[in-house]
Structures are given as C-alpha cells and as structure tokens.
T-cell receptor, first 112, second 112 residues
Framework: ETGVTQTPRHLVMGMTNKKSLKCEQH?????MYWYKQSAKKPLELMFV???????ENNSVPSRFSPECPNSSHLFLHLHTLQPEDSALYLC???????????FGSGTQLSVL | GESVGLHLPTLSVQEGDNSIINCAYS??????FIWYKQESGKGPQFIID?????DKRQGQRVTVLLNKTVKHLSLQIAATQPGDSAVYFC???????????FGKGTRLSVIA
C-alpha cells in the first residue's frame, strides 16, 4: 500500500447529485493533490494544497470544489457534474510541494 | 459519436527479456525526473527517480538513464516478468515551484 487511501473506489452519480470524494494520507506529508485521469487525456492536475493552502487551481470548473481541512485529509466535492467528467480521480501526497508523489488507488467515477 | 481513446505507445516484450521504455522531455531546465508504473485499477506507483546531476541510477531490476543533451530519459527493466505489464509514465519537474509534468505513458505488455 502507498499510504494514501481514497474512498469510495467506485462511484456512479446522476448529473443532479452531490457527492464527495475522500482522500487520507498516513505519510506525514505536507502537500496533497487531485488529478483527473480519463481515457482521452493524460493525467491532468486539478488542485494542489501545500500546508493546507491551495496553491494550484488549473482552470477546473466550479462544479469541482476541493477542501483540505488538515494536512492528512483532502476532499473533492462534486455537484451537477456532466457525463464528460467520468474519469478516474486520483489523490496524491508529497513531502514538500512538487516532490515525489505517492498516489492512492483512485475513485472511478461514472456520471450518468 | 464515436469516442476516441488516448492511444498509448505499446511495447511488447517476451518474458525474461529486457525492456527499454523511452521518454522525451521538453524543458531543458527540468532537474528532477521520476518513473511511475500504473497497473490496471490502481494509481501510479513510484519506481525510481533521478536528479539532473546524474546520468544513471539503478534500482532493483530497473535502471534509469538520463541524457540531458538530447532531453531523453529511459527506463530499463531487466528480466521482464508478467507482473511488469502496466502503463509506465515519466514525469519531470522543471522548476522548484512548478508541479510534476507527466508524459502520456507507454503500455508494456509481457508475453509469457
């Protein structure tokens, strides 16, 4: 195991639903990340938190809302998603900002 | 309409042979490089890294070579095993405060 745990592993939601993805890291790292991985594109960085402050927001639509309550936990709140948002959402952490990343297993999201 | 997936380069290798996976990077200022392995249904896993002050680094059955002159990185896997079948990504960091940039990946298929 990598020390980064994501839940749920799979999620199916309708376009009007609200759901949240959860990530927890047990590595004592200071930075956490959300990535999107779809069949059509390579890994896309969505958000970066360093010491619980958001330091990167890569033009992500507002229907994705991150939350980092402490250095061990990261959430991605989802609302009114579109079918094209279906993808594998990966959480990662690193000791410092932009050092070697450790990834969770991801949440496979399907939007109907 | 027809969906178009991300077509990854594929390398097919006979079990027991050595594999070489290549990656070209774009930024001559990149000073840190990482190889990741992603198996089906899992997040990317760290394999090996190298800093720009080195041109070779060895791990267990893996070797990373860095050629800064031509901006090329390679991953060599010795005695390839079926468990090595996965998608392999290279990643680079180009400056202290920029995020890791991932390549598109190469799919390695091991033929038993």
């Amino acid at each position: 195991e990598t020390g980064v745990t994501q839940t749920p592993r799979h999620l199916v939601m309708g376009m009007t639903n609200k759901k949240s993805l959860k990530c927890e890291q047990h590595l004592g790292h200071n930075a956490m990340y959300w990535y999107k991985q779809s069949a059509k594109k390579p890994l896309e960085l969505m958000f970066v938190y360093s010491l619980e402050e958001r330091v990167e927001n890569n033009s992500v639509p507002s229907r994705f809302s991150p939350e980092c309550p402490n250095s061990s936990h990261l959430f991605l709140h989802l609302h009114t998603l579109q079918p094209e948002d279906s993808a594998l959402y990966l959480c990662a952490s690193s000791q410092g900002h932009n050092e070697k990343l450790f990834f969770g297993s991801g949440t496979q999201l399907s939007v109907l | 309409g027809e969906s178009v997936g991300l077509h990854l380069p594929t390398l097919s290798v006979q079990e027991g042979d050595n594999s070489i996976i290549n990656c070209a990077y774009s930024n001559s200022a990149s000073d840190y490089f990482i190889w990741y392995k992603q198996e089906s249904g899992k997040g990317p896993q760290f394999i090996i890294d190298i800093r720009s002050n080195m041109d070779k680094r060895q791990g267990q059955r893996v070797t990373v070579l860095l050629n800064k002159t031509v901006k090329h990185l390679s991953l060599q896997i010795a005695a390839t095993q079926p468990g090595d079948s996965a998608v392999y990504f290279c990643a680079e960091i180009s400056a202290r405060n920029t995020p890791l940039v991932f390549g598109k990946g190469t799919r390695l298929s091991v033929i038993a």
